[in-house]
């Protein structure tokens, strides 16, 4: 059985606050990078909608998989490649890629931790 965060009265745990600061840091960090990407400050409104989205779907995807599975399911591997926001330091390095959902080339850190191969196109980062 998978451990509760809200063991006693639903009262908040130390690591349950520890883990809602956690989430916050990262939401402050794709803020900070969509009003980079937007070059202008963003909606929240619509931020609030598209973070209730992606953590909603992270967890209903996860629990899905536990319920079926055997119990101990780790999230997608697969979530790692999904297209994401750039930074302005690193826009010099999102070469177009055709084959890409992004229409930019992604590497797999992991296993090409050169960036030898897009995992698209197979073009490598650093080109002249």
Same mark, same amino acid.
Request: hydrophobic share 30%.
């Given at each position: 059985?998978?451990?509760?965060?809200?063991?006693?009265?639903?009262?908040?745990?130390?690591?349950a606050s520890r883990c809602a600061n956690e989430?916050?840091?990262?939401?402050?960090?794709?803020?900070?990078?969509?009003?980079?990407?937007?070059?202008?400050?963003?909606?929240?409104?619509?931020?609030?909608?598209?973070?209730? !989205?992606?953590?909603?779907?992270?967890?209903? *995807?996860?629990?899905?998989?536990?319920?079926?599975?055997? &119990? @101990?399911?780790?999230? /997608?591997?697969?979530?790692?490649?999904?297209?994401?926001?750039?930074?302005?330091?690193?826009?010099?390095?999102?070469?177009?890629?055709?084959?890409?959902?992004?229409? !930019?080339?992604?590497?797999?850190?992991?296993? *090409?931790?050169?960036?030898?191969?897009?995992?698209?196109? &197979? @073009?490598?980062?650093? /080109?002249?």
């Open positions: 059985m998978a451990k509760r965060l809200f063991e006693h009265n639903d009262a908040w745990e130390s690591i989430i916050t840091i990262v939401l402050r960090e794709v803020l900070g990078k969509l009003e980079a990407e937007l070059e202008d400050t963003v909606d929240l409104r619509d931020f609030h909608y598209v973070a209730n !989205h992606a953590i909603g779907g992270f967890v209903s *995807d996860l629990s899905i998989m536990r319920r079926l599975g055997s &119990g @101990d399911e780790q999230p /997608r591997e697969i979530m790692k490649h999904y297209p994401r926001l750039s930074t302005p330091d690193t826009y010099s390095h999102n070469w177009y890629c055709e084959a890409s959902p992004s229409s !930019h080339c992604a590497y797999d850190d992991e296993a *090409d931790p050169m960036n030898d191969q897009c995992i698209y196109c &197979g @073009d490598p980062r650093e /080109r002249k």
